[in-house]
């Protein structure tokens, strides 16, 4: 048994299911997420016994480190591995007033998004809970928990490699332990957890837990949407945003996030802006408009930064708000769907496209 994989509620019912009082998991939370303790033997608050008892039955063990880049600008990118040759990327952003880490949730991804290299490398597997809190875990220990006073890590989001509701069991423990004081403490709107749109998990994230919402929206029509998120097909944009609306209508979550990668005349033109507007005005939330990061084999290019600031004029105008993301870390590959990790791909979808590359030269 993996600790890392169990949350509060687990690691009660597993001191029970041993014989230990509950409250014996209060103890372990602290020295695994205040202290950083991994090893039994240096829990001192617990006994000698059940100290050697945990190392004969339980193991502490986070997602190996295997590598760690720095980007001119801060950004920092771990390589994390689980054994078995699968890897997956975080990502740490450091800005003047937060520190926001970039979690994945899969190795690779099923949902094939075209404009996103994660989606190009095909599928493996999901993660366990503790590979994903493991994510969290190992980067506060590279960072430091703080740094003059403040926190490094004040934001976690879901929005690295894989589709975290198509992981929901394992997803939900590791936001808990993100939201829970005894493990990461943050607030809700400091976890955000982004989807390409599956509306039974939206649905099913907001009977379970209060945390922040992001949807990969990238069109206004289920046409054009259809060829970037594939997952369109199943869950079209008025479902979509019918579930958008019931998220929000729970009087803890007060707005969605949507994304909207900027792709050089696909999804670009003033028409698309005008259409965006009519869709979101009904939803409370905000746009978060993002320049197109290229990645090797990719057909799409960013648009350019006039048509950029022209589409952020119209949905403005039109009562959005809407910000820009500044690209960061793309020196290093660690910017908006470049990651890529290592992938055992069982789809085979990465061999397909590189086959389909070498016959278009
Ligand atoms: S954008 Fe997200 S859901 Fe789509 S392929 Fe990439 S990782 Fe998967």
């Given at each position: 048994?993996?600790?890392?994989?169990?949350?509060?509620?687990?690691?009660?019912?597993?001191?029970?299911?041993?014989?230990?009082?509950?409250?014996?998991?209060?103890?372990?939370?602290?020295?695994?997420?205040?202290?950083?303790?991994?090893?039994?033997?240096?829990?001192?608050?617990?006994?000698?016994?059940?100290?050697?008892?945990?190392?004969?039955?339980?193991?502490?063990?986070?997602?190996?480190?295997?590598?760690?880049?720095?980007?001119?600008?801060?950004?920092?990118?771990?390589?994390?591995?689980?054994?078995?040759?699968?890897?997956?990327?975080?990502?740490?952003?450091?800005?003047?007033?937060r520190?926001t880490l970039c979690i994945?949730?899969?190795?690779?991804?099923?949902?094939?998004?075209?404009?996103?290299?994660?989606?190009?490398?095909?599928?493996?597997?999901?993660?366990?809970?503790?590979?994903?809190?493991?994510?969290?875990?190992?980067?506060?220990?590279?960072?430091?928990?703080?740094?003059?006073?403040?926190?490094?890590?004040t934001n976690v989001v879901l929005m690295g490699?894989?589709?975290p509701?198509?992981?929901?069991?394992?997803?939900?423990?590791?936001l808990?332990?993100l939201r829970?004081?005894?493990?990461?403490?943050l607030a809700a709107r400091r976890v955000t957890l982004s989807t390409?749109?599956?509306?039974?998990?939206?649905?099913?994230l907001?009977?379970?837990i209060d945390v922040a919402l992001a949807v990969s929206?990238?069109?206004?029509?289920?046409?054009?949407?259809?060829?970037?998120?594939?997952?369109?097909?199943?869950?079209?944009?008025?479902?979509?945003?019918?579930?958008?609306?019931?998220?929000?209508?729970?009087?803890?979550k007060r707005s969605v996030t949507f994304e909207?990668?900027?792709?050089?005349?696909?999804?670009?033109?003033?028409?698309?802006?005008?259409?965006?507007?009519?869709?979101?005005?009904?939803?409370?939330?905000k746009?978060n408009?993002?320049?197109?990061?290229?990645?090797?084999?990719?057909?799409?290019?960013?648009?350019?930064?006039?048509?950029?600031?022209?589409?952020?004029?119209?949905?403005?105008?039109?009562?959005?708000?809407?910000?820009?993301?500044?690209?960061?870390?793309?020196?290093?590959?660690?910017?908006?769907?470049?990651?890529?990790?290592?992938?055992?791909?069982?789809?085979?979808?990465?061999?397909?496209?590189?086959?389909?590359?070498?016959?278009?030269?």
């Open positions: 048994m993996n600790l890392f994989d169990l949350d509060h509620a687990g690691l009660r019912e597993f001191f029970a299911s041993i014989g230990e009082k509950p409250f014996r998991a209060e103890q372990v939370l602290k020295w695994v997420y205040h202290h950083g303790q991994t090893d039994f033997e240096g829990m001192t608050n617990l006994s000698a016994d059940l100290r050697a008892r945990l190392g004969e039955i339980a193991v502490l063990e986070p997602p190996r480190v295997l590598s760690e880049q720095t980007s001119r600008d801060g950004t920092v990118k771990w390589l994390m591995g689980f054994g078995g040759g699968n890897a997956i990327e975080t990502v740490y952003i450091p800005e003047p007033n520190g994945s949730s899969q190795v690779g991804c099923a949902l094939n998004c075209t404009f996103c290299s994660t989606g190009a490398q095909g599928f493996s597997r999901n993660l366990t809970t503790g590979e994903i809190i493991g994510q969290v875990w190992q980067a506060a220990r590279a960072l430091g928990h703080e740094r003059n006073g403040r926190r490094r890590i490699m894989g589709e509701l198509l992981n929901f069991d394992a997803v939900l423990p590791a808990s332990l829970d004081d005894l493990g990461f403490g390409a749109g599956l509306v039974p998990g939206i649905d099913r907001r009977d379970a929206l990238h069109a206004p029509e289920d046409d054009l949407r259809e060829q970037l998120v594939p997952l369109n097909r199943k869950y079209p944009i008025a479902e979509l945003m019918a579930a958008c609306q019931r998220y929000v209508s729970d009087k803890h909207y990668t900027l792709i050089d005349g696909m999804n670009d033109h003033p028409e698309h802006a005008r259409k965006l507007v009519k869709l979101l005005r009904r939803v409370p939330s746009l408009l993002i320049p197109f990061n290229p990645f090797p084999g990719t057909r799409f290019r960013c648009s350019p930064p006039e048509r950029i600031r022209a589409f952020q004029e119209i949905v403005m105008a039109g009562g959005l708000i809407a910000t820009v993301r500044k690209t960061r870390g793309d020196d290093i590959d660690a910017a908006c769907g470049q990651l890529a990790g290592r992938v055992l791909d069982r789809t085979r979808r990465s061999e397909r496209l590189r086959a389909a590359a070498g016959s278009a030269q």
